[in-house]
């Protein structure tokens, strides 16, 4: 049986030096000390000093946590994995995550909601890459479905749009269908499906001038004559058929420029 004999505070704020028997033995938080009333004169067995020690790793692991939590919500694997780090023990690990759930700070379902909606407010993911960042942070496959059905299809026309705007200046320089292209190739790549590709390029600012489409076959035009000038012509206007097809212009646009209505093709390197 042991005695304590004296309490400290800590210069660290809320937590406190328990001596036994006129010798340091331990320290606590503010929470374990209040708990097991830890005042002077009480008298402590070997295994109540045991179940103290074991509650302060409790303590200390929750402490932690929270700490974590302060900065940005995380999933109960990311909260699991700092712990570990950090060196707490795997009883102390679970018991800080049970705790933290019944207090309401761990909760995966409402984690994976806050993800999706700081994307659809001023992120650039589509739905199959929110599935695959979470499933990264170990979010269960089926709380992620049940939040992603939640959202609406017009819901992700906005993180879409932000992730394309910038294609919009393209215009004058690529043909309308080359932006188009680029465009749903991005969305996909970001997790965008083709449906909901299909809303966001239809939204998309592009008004198809004429002025910018003709601008746009000009520098793509010469570009690629000025490439393969050096071939006999037929081989050139195939190659270069090719090439402006592929870059979206319709066949009667190619044949404007090979025709030189566009630019003197004569005069090519003056350009």
């Avoid at 939590?69 to 694997?77: G, K, M, N, V």
């Avoid at 739905?127 to 939640?150: C, F, H, M, T, W």
Wanted: aromatic share 8%; hydrophobic share 35%; net charge neutral.
């Amino acid at each position: 049986m042991s005695i304590v004999t004296k309490v400290t505070a800590q210069r660290r704020k809320g937590h406190y030096n328990i001596f036994l028997d006129d010798h340091y033995a331990f320290s606590v938080s503010e929470q374990t000390l209040t708990k097991f009333r830890l005042l002077k004169g009480v008298e402590l067995t070997k295994d109540q000093v045991n179940e103290i020690k074991d509650a302060e790793k409790d303590s200390k692991a929750t402490e932690l946590a929270i700490n974590y939590l302060s900065y940005q919500p995380r999933s109960t694997a990311e909260v699991r994995q700092y712990l570990t780090k950090a060196e707490m023990t795997e009883n102390a690990i679970e018991n800080a995550v049970v705790n933290l759930q019944d207090l309401g700070y761990l909760d995966d379902y409402n984690f994976a909601k806050l993800f999706v909606k700081n994307n659809l407010q001023v992120g650039k993911d589509g739905p199959n890459a929110i599935k695959q960042k979470l499933g990264r942070k170990k979010v269960e496959s089926n709380l992620i479905e049940d939040v992603l059905y939640e959202i609406e299809n017009e819901a992700w026309l906005e993180p879409g749009l932000r992730l394309i705007h910038s294609l919009v200046h393209q215009q004058g320089k690529l043909s309308t269908k080359e932006i188009e292209r680029k465009a749903q190739q991005k969305l996909l790549s970001h997790g965008f499906n083709k449906e909901l590709s299909d809303l966001i390029v239809a939204k998309l600012d592009l008004k198809n001038d004429e002025q910018d489409q003709l601008i746009a076959l000009k520098k793509q035009g010469i570009k690629v004559y000025k490439r393969y000038r050096n071939d006999d012509s037929f081989t050139r206007n195939q190659k270069v058929r090719r090439y402006l097809y592929q870059h979206g212009f319709s066949g009667n646009e190619i044949e404007q420029f090979l025709n030189g209505e566009i630019v003197d093709l004569s005069e090519i390197d003056e350009y």
